[in-house]
């Protein structure tokens, strides 16, 4: 059942006007990306829409270079790459007109010297692409992707009555527990690698963010959900044991949440990892996660190649191992989940009134001949019913 998954190099999102219609046939739907609630925006958005663009940082990616390897004890540039997305944002987040405002974050990275670093270069890099590309404000798509998945969210607990979880995997620098209004009912819990899990603990203390209860009233980061819990667990191994030890309830509904994580792994530790969060899933669960197409998988492998791309690129093209099958649909639908929204970045920057950078797009375009055009999806998928603990594809 999984090699179904395991798609033909062609055939991937052959454009975008097709894989629409697909969508429509498999009997899910675009969703905007745009969060629907107000006060959300009022709290952490902008009102008016931007002018223009984002990935300058994404696609030079020359931040990385100021990390040392051993930086807070993080081992790998994976777990590098949570502190280099969240300099992206915080990039954004000094810009008058942010995508995505996050004043802890500020806090958390503000004695950081490597993060600021990257902050400098990513805002460096983004000033070289205004004048390049004739661009008003460049802003990252990891801060696009972050308010995208936080309309996700809220559309999630709006939807949900009664005490429910949040689990975010593969969490980085999240800041969703002290940011969103998640209220007292949802029980957060963060699953990152151990050494990534520490390094945000530091950054927590540092940034003045309330962990436990027993801090209520005495921090500048006062939590917004019933409580945090951090599980420092490899999402290769055994983290649904970790995840039950910290008290996670299998029998409550829980938002799945995760961003930046699955082309990160291999193939089949992603349709484990699905098949890992069904089975723990109690009924009206739901999973907000995001993937590569495949046509930006295959061209960001050939760029590597390519002696006119940047080491700093080539060093995240490297780290890429999955992308999202063909039939989307039925790739969740085989470990465990009902897809009910599939939306492309590109669209996300179109209904936040922003324009992409063209970095990206020039670097990959030798290796886009075909109609596929490289892109990054949001997906948003339920509970499939009856998949609780008996997910039906074994890998
Ligand atoms: C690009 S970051 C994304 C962080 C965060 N979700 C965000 O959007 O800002 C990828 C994260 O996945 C984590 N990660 C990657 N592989 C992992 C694994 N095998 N187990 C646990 N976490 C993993 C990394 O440590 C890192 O924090």
């Known amino acids: ?16 006007q097709l894989s629409r219609i697909a969508r429509n046939a498999f009997g899910y739907t675009h969703r905007s990306p745009a969060p629907a609630f107000d006060n959300l925006r009022e709290a952490s958005y902008v009102t008016q829409p931007l002018s223009v663009g984002h990935m300058a940082a994404s696609a030079t990616r020359d ?30 987040a000094r810009h008058s007109q942010p995508v995505l405002r996050d004043p802890l974050l500020e806090k958390m990275l503000e004695h950081e010297s490597d993060a600021q670093a990257a902050v400098e270069t990513c805002v460096n890099n983004w000033e070289r692409q205004k004048h390049e590309d004739g661009l008003e404000h460049v802003a990252p798509f990891t801060g696009v992707r972050m308010r995208f998945g936080d309309g996700e969210v809220m559309r999630y607990l709006t939807a949900t009555p009664g005490h429910l979880q949040m689990v975010i995997l593969g969490a980085g620098l999240d800041t969703r527990a002290w940011r969103l209004d998640l209220s007292e009912r949802v029980s957060v819990y963060e699953v990152d690698q151990p050494d990534m899990s520490a390094a945000k603990g530091h950054c927590l203390r540092a940034g003045g963010a309330q962990t436990t209860r027993a801090q209520a009233g005495s921090c500048s980061f006062p939590l917004k959900c019933g ?4 599980v420092a667990a490899d999402l290769t191994q055994d983290w649904a044991s970790a995840l039950h030890d910290k008290g996670f309830d299998k029998g409550l509904p829980t938002l799945w949440i995760a961003e930046g994580l699955f082309y990160y792994l291999e193939m089949d530790v992603c349709a484990r990892l699905l098949q890992g ?3 723990l899933a109690a009924p009206g669960s739901a999973l907000i996660m995001t993937h590569l197409s495949w046509a930006f998988y295959k061209a960001s492998q050939e760029a590597l190649q ?14 890429w191992k999955s ?3 063909e039939e989307p649909s039925v790739y969740f639908e085989t470990n465990g989940w009902r897809m009910q929204s599939l939306s492309m970045i590109s669209e996300a920057f179109t209904t936040y009134g922003v324009s992409q950078s063209k970095d990206m797009e020039k670097m990959l375009k030798p290796f886009t001949s075909g109609p596929g ?4 999806c949001c997906v948003s998928a339920t509970l499939q019913q009856g998949s609780q603990g008996a997910p039906r594809c074994t890998s």
Do not use: I
């Open 306 to 319: 390519d002696p006119n791309v940047g080491d700093g690129a080539k060093k995240w093209f490297a780290s």
């Open 227 to 230: 409580s945090w819990t951090s």
């Open 1 to 16: 059942m999984y090699r179904r998954c395991q798609h033909s190099a062609e055939g991937h999102y052959r454009d975008h």
């Open 323 to 325: 992308w999202l099958p």
């Open 277 to 279: 969060m069904a089975a």
């Open 63 to 92: 931040m990385t270079e100021g990390w040392a390897p051993a930086q807070r004890g993080l081992s790998s540039f994976v777990a590098h790459t949570a502190m280099l997305v969240a300099a992206e944002r915080l990039a954004d």
């Open 373 to 376: 055009a490289p892109d990054y």
